[in-house]
Structures are given as structure tokens and as C-alpha cells.
């Protein structure tokens, strides 16, 4: 069975920094494509930038040169680096990871991130 935390979210001002963290519980060796999620209140859940096993990665628009995705197997961790913090970019933060042999999809709790002066 594999579990996803998620940490790292808090209150930032316009223009920070913040970095979350996803550790994953079992080996992220059986994982493929891990991802970050965000969903806003009253929105839907949309992708925010994903990651392979490989190390290939994509990234909404709306993040692109602000956001970065990395992955450390041998922490089985998945952080995102997120620069630049704009007032749109508050919302729950959720992992995501899809394991390769079964397709199974998996995700963690959330974390809550607040973009305020």
C-alpha cells in the first residue's frame, strides 16, 4: 500500500517562496508519473505539473518558469518549487502517483497554500 503526505504549505506574501513536499510511504520505485494537483474553492482540480519515473516533466502554463517539479528516489520524495507566488495561486495542494504495473492512482491529503500581503 502506498501513502502520500503532503507538507510545506503555509502563508506567504505576493512574490515567495514555498516548497512541498510529498514523501512517500512504500517504495517510489513502483510509482510512474507523479504529479501535483491544486484545487481552489469552487474549482476544479487541475493539474499543476507532473513529473516520470525518468525524470521528464510538465507543467501547467500558468506555472511555467515559476514552478519546479523534482523527484528523490532515494528519499521518496516529490517536491514543488514554487517562486514567484501570485494571488492566483492559492489553493489545496494535492500529490498525486499512478503506479506503473497496476495503474493504480493514489493521492495524499493536501496542503493548504495562502498567497496574502
Known amino acids: 500500500q502506498v501513502q502520500l503526505v503532503e507538507s510545506g504549505g503555509g502563508l506567504v506574501q505576493p512574490g515567495g517562496s514555498l516548497r512541498l513536499s510529498c514523501a512517500v510511504s512504500?517504495?517510489?520505485?513502483?510509482?510512474?508519473?507523479m504529479g501535483w494537483y491544486r484545487q481552489a474553492p469552487g474549482k476544479q482540480r487541475e493539474l499543476v505539473a507532473q513529473i516520470t519515473n525518468s525524470g521528464s516533466t510538465n507543467y501547467a502554463d500558468s506555472v511555467k518558469g515559476r514552478f519546479t517539479i523534482s523527484r528523490d528516489n532515494a528519499k521518496n520524495t516529490v517536491y514543488l518549487q514554487m517562486n514567484s507566488l501570485k494571488p492566483e495561486d492559492p489553493a489545496v495542494y494535492y500529490c498525486k502517483a499512478v503506479r506503473e504495473a497496476t495503474s493504480l492512482v493514489y493521492w495524499g491529503q493536501g496542503t493548504q497554500v495562502t498567497v496574502s500581503s
Open positions: 512504500g517504495s517510489i520505485f513502483s510509482l510512474g508519473v
